[in-house]
């Protein structure tokens, strides 16, 4: 933009000057080395162009992509052991927290820590369902072992006693990206349900320790 209006200014002046002056508008060009000018400018421009091209093309290179997912884009499955893997249609919310305590270390005669060690990781966390006509886990759990003829599945037990699983959160939106969390190694340590007249649901509720965890991580569909 700049540089057309200095060019319609130069171009003004010049054709002014000729007029007045009664001489042909090549030779006010000429005397007045207008035409460099305008080479310059337009060589200048040019240049300034390819630059901020260049600029815009690596920082577009350089830029990665990011991509965030709702809650209705979680599907939500688990796995037992030597089991078919089963989808939970049911949950509602799964949280996850990793602690680890860490301890400050001192040397004799100094009140500033020399540095810290770090205790066991502990990870836990918790599931909320929402309830139908069935609990939810064993039914999975039976579910999963249907294949097998196992006399286990035709007694009756608590989500305490349900043998270790892997929880696998996978997202995936309209726009064919995805991420994947995974909890492993998850053994249920609580439960509780609420049946209110308050409550237009009944909701489920279980807490869990696991032994380790794969963090989210995106495209992990990207090549399927």
């Known amino acids: 933009m700049e540089i057309t209006e200095s060019l319609e200014k130069l171009m003004k002046s010049v054709y002014e000057g000729a007029k007045n002056n009664n001489v042909s508008l090549y030779q006010t060009f000429k005397d007045s080395k207008a035409l460099e000018k305008i080479w310059s400018a337009i060589s200048q421009n040019t240049l300034n162009s390819k630059k901020e091209h260049a600029l815009f093309q690596a920082s577009t290179v350089s830029k990665e992509i990011y991509t965030s997912f709702s809650g209705t884009d979680a599907k939500v499955s688990l796995a037992f052991k030597f089991g078919q893997p089963v989808a939970i249609g049911e949950a509602q919310t799964v949280t996850y927290s990793i602690y680890r305590p860490m301890v400050p270390v001192y040397n004799l005669g100094s009140a500033k820590p020399a540095g810290f060690v770090r205790g066991p990781r502990t990870i836990a966390g918790s599931i909320i369902f929402t309830v139908f006509d069935r609990n939810v886990l064993i039914a999975a759990m039976h579910k999963a072992y249907s294949q097998y003829d196992v006399k286990c599945l035709n007694k009756s037990m608590l989500t305490d006693e349900l043998p270790p699983f892997d929880i696998q959160i996978t997202f995936l939106n309209e726009y064919g990206q995805s991420a994947l969390l995974a909890i492993h190694d998850v053994h249920i340590t609580s439960e509780g349900q609420v049946s209110s007249i308050e409550d237009m ?24």
């Open 201 to 224: 649901i009944t909701e489920n509720t279980v807490q869990y320790i696991a032994s380790d965890i794969t963090v989210m991580q995106p495209d992990v569909y990207e090549n399927k």
